[in-house]
């Protein structure tokens, strides 16, 4: 009952700082703005050491990829990956992954300097009008941090604000770019 409870408590603190970092989205200017200060936010309320972007090529989000490189922000914490090998690496799922065993097949995926580092792992799918363009990922020093089978219903959450927010930034630069 004890460890019932304890979970209960876990996730309401979740909870909370999710809906504390939601409610900032509105907040950003665009999506370099976004990326910017949502990675640093989740490092800072989470206290995650390894938080990071991936966006896939060959998807319709290039001039995000350039925008991000443009960062020195994001640049640190972007990691470019081949759409095909991005989309094996997450079993082609919308759906958060954790991992935290033989996190080899995911070294493509995980920052350059860093990858040995990194012991367990949770991969949150960016999705933007039904595409799947890229990831927010979370490592961590300890292989008990993300485990399969605990729940990511909370990540998933934040991750689908994200991509909505982010959606409404392309949507908004596309019409600006017509006039």
Same mark, same amino acid.
């Given at each position: 009952?004890?460890?019932?409870? +304890? %979970?209960?408590?876990?996730?309401?603190?979740?909870?909370?700082?999710?809906?504390?970092?939601?409610?900032?989205?509105?907040?950003?200017?665009?999506?370099? +703005?976004?990326?910017?200060?949502?990675?640093?936010?989740?490092?800072?309320?989470?206290?995650?050491?390894?938080?990071?972007?991936?966006?896939?090529?060959?998807?319709?989000?290039?001039?995000? %990829?350039?925008?991000?490189?443009?960062?020195?922000?994001?640049?640190?914490?972007?990691?470019?990956?081949?759409?095909?090998?991005?989309?094996?690496? %997450?079993?082609?799922?919308?759906?958060?992954?954790?991992?935290?065993?033989?996190?080899?097949?995911?070294?493509?995926?995980?920052?350059?300097?860093?990858? &040995? &580092?990194?012991?367990?792992?949770?991969?949150?799918? %960016?999705?933007?009008?039904?595409?799947?363009?890229?990831?927010?990922?979370?490592?961590?020093?300890?292989?008990?941090?993300?485990?399969?089978?605990? +729940?990511?219903?909370?990540?998933?959450?934040?991750?689908?604000?994200?991509?909505?927010?982010?959606?409404? &930034?392309?949507?908004?630069?596309?019409?600006?770019?017509?006039?």
């Amino acid at each position: 009952m004890d460890e019932n409870v +304890d %979970i209960l408590k876990k996730n309401e603190e979740i909870a909370k700082k999710i809906s504390k970092i939601e409610k900032t989205l509105p907040s950003f200017l665009n999506a370099k +703005d976004l990326f910017e200060k949502l990675l640093v936010q989740i490092e800072e309320e989470f206290d995650i050491p390894f938080v990071w972007i991936s966006v896939a090529t060959e998807t319709g989000f290039a001039g995000l %990829i350039q925008l991000m490189r443009a960062s020195h922000i994001i640049k640190e914490r972007l990691n470019i990956i081949d759409r095909l090998t991005f989309l094996s690496i %997450i079993a082609d799922s919308a759906k958060p992954v954790l991992f935290n065993n033989d996190l080899k097949p995911f070294y493509k995926l995980l920052p350059r300097k860093k990858k &040995f &580092f990194i012991k367990s792992l949770a991969i949150a799918p %960016i999705v933007i009008n039904s595409e799947i363009m890229g990831s927010i990922n979370l490592g961590d020093y300890s292989n008990l941090r993300y485990q399969p089978g605990m +729940d990511t219903g909370l990540l998933e959450e934040l991750v689908s604000t994200v991509s909505t927010c982010l959606s409404n &930034f392309m949507t908004c630069e596309k019409e600006a770019s017509k006039q």
